[in-house]
């Protein structure tokens, strides 16, 4: 694995956490390599993460808002504290028959007790492990997909594809008395998990093309590479770039103006 800027797409195996993928490949890197990653999974999920090396971790916020999908098998007739195998399980025996009602497009859930999530600064699996009763708040998130791949009995599997912040285990516990006994992410925006190579580093410039780009010269591109707006017009987040190579992205900033709101130049 060559050190440089850019993106390792990692199939993450049960049992560890998304830190431990982020250490090991820092280790492999060696010191002074800035190493971080683009959304976590939980320790009994499985599949892609985004990897991100280099100047690649300025970048993460755009990496992170990227839409999310996964196969997830659930269980009915049982509930987990957790929403996942984790957790304290309790039956209840409620299986539901035939079709189920799959929520798609704007969806309104609670995340999890046990999740990453921050309540008064703290993150709530912390304040959950020492007993501390505590509700996240509500939020909207936007699920795309919804479908039912297979059904065995009390156990179905689902591919969802869904918007960045999204809880699974909130989906499928809204289904009814159900839990999440495997998880697994398969995509991430227009990165697949088939794609997956722990031993190469996708440069920033391929990562970051699901961005359009803009190519400046001149002063133009002089501008930008010092921070400053130029003309242009964009409805979201662009590539800013020249000859060289990516010298930045930016985001409108007003009438016809692009700000350089992150430099990747040098």
Request: proline share 6%; with cysteine; charged share 25%.
């Amino acid at each position: 694995m060559t050190a440089h800027a850019g993106v390792v797409l990692y199939d993450k195996p049960a049992g560890i956490t998304s830190h431990d993928v982020v250490a090991g490949v820092r280790r492999r890197l060696g010191r002074g390599i800035k190493v971080g990653h683009a959304g976590t999974l939980d320790p009994f999920a499985t599949g892609l993460l985004l990897i991100l090396v280099g100047r690649a971790t300025r970048v993460q916020r755009f990496l992170m808002a990227l839409p999310k999908t996964y196969v997830v098998s659930a269980r009915f007739g049982a509930v987990s504290s957790t929403g996942d195998p984790e957790g304290e399980i309790a039956e209840t025996g409620v299986v539901p028959h035939g079709e189920l009602e799959l929520p798609t497009g704007i969806v309104r859930q609670r995340p999890p007790a046990y999740s990453a999530v921050k309540v008064g600064g703290r993150r709530a699996y912390a304040l959950a492990r020492v007993g501390t009763p505590i509700q996240p708040p509500e939020r909207d998130v936007h699920v795309h997909r919804f479908e039912e791949l297979s059904r065995d009995g009390a156990r179905r599997e689902f591919r969802i594809e869904c918007s960045s912040g999204t809880y699974v285990r909130s989906l499928i516990a809204g289904l009814g008395d159900a839990y999440c006994t495997a998880l697994r992410r398969t995509a991430i925006g227009p990165f697949a998990l088939a794609d997956a190579d722990p031993d190469r580093i996708v440069p920033l410039e391929q990562a970051l093309g699901f961005l359009p780009e803009i190519r400046l010269d001149g002063e133009a591109a002089r501008r930008a590479r010092h921070g400053a707006a130029v003309a242009g017009t964009a409805s979201a987040a662009v590539r800013l770039a020249d000859g060289d190579g990516l010298i930045a992205i930016a985001e409108p900033a007003g009438a016809e103006l692009l700000k350089p709101v992150v430099g990747l130049r040098g």
